[in-house]
Antibody
């Protein structure tokens, strides 16, 4: 069974850094593309970043230069390094597994990040 | 990249059919046959229900869910509405250059 469990969220001050983790099981993280998607309070979903099986990474314009996606194949874990955090980065962050036709076929329950002084 | 446009809310009585629209622009919905739909019960993991605009998600997705697309607008139809369908629904389109764009979400209420 495919399972994704996010961790690492919390309350953090503006300008600081945080690293989110997503532990995957039931499949090989290096064998497919993986993404981070976030949902700000009361708002819709926003795609944040993707890492492909070959290692290429891409970021949404809103986080470019501040966030980085990576993975540790040996630990079956996806990461999101978030630097220079802003109040508008406050959101629940979901990791999701890439499936057929650019759809996300499995999601975690998310981890909450609150950026506030 | 601007979010896809969805109605904020749609409601229906049990047994009825409802549709949720998702309008994009030529560079996303209109350019790729890669629209997907997700059901999200707050506090839980979102669930893929439709991909490729009309293909059913992983096993377990009810046949009551169907998708379609015309031009820059994709639609999700839920037939035979049931209480368990009450949730938030999001459309998503591949937008090129390894980026994706989501809709603002639609709250479906079963009256």
């Amino acid at each position: 069974e495919v399972q994704l469990v996010e961790s690492g969220g919390g309350l953090i001050q503006p300008g600081e850094s945080l690293r989110l983790s997503c532990a995957a099981s039931g499949f090989t993280v290096s064998g497919t593309y993986m993404t981070w998607i976030r949902q700000a309070p009361g708002k819709g979903l926003e795609w944040v970043s993707v890492i492909y099986s070959g290692g290429s990474t891409y970021l949404a314009d809103s986080v470019k230069g501040r966030f980085a996606i990576s993975r540790d194949n040996s630990k079956s874990t996806l990461y999101l390094q978030m630097n220079s955090l802003r109040a508008e980065d406050t959101a629940v962050y979901f990791c999701a597994k890439g499936g057929r036709s650019n759809a996300f076929d499995a999601w975690g329950q998310g981890t909450m990040v609150i950026v506030s002084s | 990249q601007s979010a896809l446009t969805q109605p904020a809310s749609v409601s229906g009585s049990p047994g009825q059919s409802i549709s949720v629209s998702c309008t994009g622009i030529g560079s996303d919905v209109g350019s790729y046959n890669l629209v997907s739909w997700y059901q999200h019960h707050p506090g839980k993991a979102p669930k893929l229900i439709i991909y490729d605009e009309y293909s059913k998600g992983p096993s377990g997705v009810s046949d009551r869910f169907s998708g379609s697309k015309s031009g820059n607008t994709a639609s999700l139809t839920i037939s035979g509405l049931q209480a368990e369908d009450e949730a938030d629904y999001y459309c998503c389109s591949y937008a090129g250059s390894s980026t994706w764009v989501f809709g603002g979400g639609t709250k479906v209420t079963v009256l």
